[in-house]
């Protein structure tokens, strides 16, 4: 999807095969974090999709000192990170989303099991609800909605309300679901995982860092 947008991409693979080749996937990482202007996290059946396997193992790597450093560095110079399914899961768990830096403990939103229980694969439509975020370059853009993939098994977003009202105000709800209408879902027809809120997507406060459920890259 970036290639065909015009970006030059690189697909990082972090090896663990064992104690070298993870040293080497730590450096590899961080050189390529330095080189790069966007850092994006796929989603996917990586780890056989196990409950939040790929999102923490993800996490585990961005709380690593080096990568972590790496991570500040990379955001004061204005770039962008995206997440997607399991690489949204891994922004939450990590804090960089809601909260903009990398945290053992977010007590943050949370990503659990659909309420059926089991996976979950069908169209849903999104509208984008903030044009605080570079992804919304255009205020235009605002209450688009968009028709997307969703292929998840945990993908109910689960937060305070509290929270959910200071994200609300902040911005940085990014996108709801909808029904074909507009209107934001409020059943398992047009929000199959039942999120709170009908939320589909956040960023940190600055609207860099955006992570979401749907598969826009499919």
């Known amino acids: 999807a970036f290639n065909l947008a015009g970006a030059k991409t690189k697909t990082l693979v972090f090896r663990n095969k064992n104690e070298e080749a993870i040293i080497d996937s730590f450096e590899a990482l961080k050189k390529s974090i330095a080189e790069s202007e ?30 972590k450093e790496a991570i500040l560095e990379f955001l004061q110079k204005d770039r962008l990170i995206l997440g997607i399914g399991d690489g949204f899961h ?8 809601p909260f903009g830096k990398i945290q053992e403990n977010s007590a943050g939103p949370i990503l659990s099991a659909n309420s059926l229980g089991k996976h979950i694969s069908r169209m ?8 605080i975020s570079p992804w919304t370059p255009k ?7 968009y028709r997307l993939p969703f ?14 009202k200071q994200l609300f105000k902040n911005g940085q709800v990014f996108s709801q679901y909808t029904d074909s209408f507009g209107k ?14 009908a939320i589909e997507g956040l960023t940190d406060p600055s609207g860099k860092i955006l992570g979401k459920i749907a598969h826009n890259e499919r």
């Open 184 to 197: 934001i879902a409020k059943n398992e027809e047009t929000n199959p995982a039942l999120s709170y809120y």
């Open 90 to 97: 891994a922004l939450l768990r990590s804090g960089l989303i």
């Open 124 to 131: 849903v439509d999104t509208k984008i609800v903030s044009a």
């Open 139 to 145: 205020e235009s853009l605002k209450n688009t909605i």
């Open 38 to 67: 966007i850092l994006a996290f796929s989603g996917g059946f990586n780890l056989g999709g196990e409950p939040g396997g790929l999102g923490k193992y993800i996490a585990s790597i961005l709380q690593y000192p080096m990568i």
């Open 151 to 164: 292929s998840a098994t945990q993908a109910k977003l689960v937060l305070s309300q509290k929270l959910a």
